[in-house]
């Protein structure tokens, strides 16, 4: 069984930065996707960004430019380093694990994957 555990979250003003990390156990699997997700409380999922299995990133338009993406195979973990923070990244972050390579490639969208975590919570002031 796969556990992610995320650390990380905090509260932020607005333009400020967070790291986000995420250990993960139980992965014996050869091929797999990591990314993040987050989500608000009555609204839908959204992808922010993920690493497939041959190292390819994909952002969220939303967090291009502003959010960087990063694995470290050996101890396990994911990353998610957020610089100039806006109100609307308020979220609750998760990350995530997917085994299927069609839905790796869908994951920017529908933030749909075989397991994640408990999620840290982002809270951006203005």
């Known amino acids: 069984q796969v556990h992610l555990a995320e650390s990380g979250g905090g509260s932020v003003q607005a333009g400020g930065s967070l790291k986000l990390s995420c250990v993960a156990s139980?992965?014996?699997?050869?091929?797999?996707?990591m990314g993040w997700f987050r989500q608000v409380p009555g609204k839908d999922r959204e992808g922010v960004a993920l690493?497939?299995?041959?190292?390819?990133?994909t952002y969220a338009d939303s967090v291009k430019g502003r959010f960087t993406i990063s694995k470290d195979n050996a101890k396990n973990s994911l990353y998610l380093e957020m610089n100039t923070l806006k109100p609307e990244d308020t979220a609750m972050y998760y990350c995530?694990?997917?085994?299927?390579?069609?839905?790796?490639?869908?994951?920017?969208?529908?933030?749909?994957?075989?397991?994640y975590g408990q999620g840290t919570q982002v809270t951006v002031s203005s």
């Open positions: 995530a694990v997917e085994l299927d390579a069609l839905t790796c490639r869908a994951f920017i969208f529908s933030a749909t994957a075989n397991w």
């Open positions: 139980g992965l014996t699997y050869r091929d797999y996707c």
């Open positions: 690493i497939d299995s041959d190292g390819t990133i």
